[in-house]
């Protein structure tokens, strides 16, 4: 079975390895990581266009050019579940004010979190696909 696909947009590059190496190495997932909203955008569409769009997309609220929320609305119009992570109290504040149904991890998130964000993420894409 192919493994199902992940867009991740993390800034902090340590940071971003880390989320990478826990998700294709516990979770399975192929990823692609990117470090700013236009660039995970961009990705998106190069993505898209290969026929491999990813199956859901795990976001800093607050990277660079384009923020996560944004980003977020973006994908969601595309049918792509969208996971916010987020290390700032106040980001995850305006993030539950602006989008209200969208799960968000607090960073520091443990293994176990950041997989059952995706996890429950991809389910509920399944879930759709199935009853389409």
Same mark, same amino acid.
């Given at each position: ?25 516990? !979770?399975?997932?192929? &990823?692609?990581? =990117?470090? %700013? *909203?236009?660039? /995970?955008?961009? #990705? ?34 595309? !049918?792509?579940?969208? &996971?916010?992570? =987020?290390? %700032? *109290?106040?980001? /995850?504040?305006? #993030? ?37």
């Amino acid at each position: 079975m192919t493994p199902y696909r992940v867009l991740l947009v993390e800034d902090d590059h340590p940071l971003q390895d880390i989320i990478r190496d826990v998700l294709e190495q516990v !979770g399975g997932y192929e &990823v692609t990581a =990117t470090s %700013d *909203g236009n660039e /995970a955008w961009d #990705a998106y569409l190069k993505m898209k266009e290969g026929g491999r769009p990813p199956h859901v997309v795990y976001s800093d609220i607050t990277p660079p050019y384009m923020d996560g929320i944004e980003l977020a609305a973006r994908m969601r119009e595309e !049918g792509i579940p969208v &996971v916010l992570m =987020t290390g %700032d *109290g106040d980001a /995850a504040m305006y #993030a539950a004010r602006v989008r209200a149904d969208l799960p968000l991890v607090q960073k520091p998130a443990n293994i176990g979190d950041i997989i059952r964000a995706v996890d429950t993420a991809r389910e509920t894409l399944d879930t759709l696909a199935q009853d389409s």
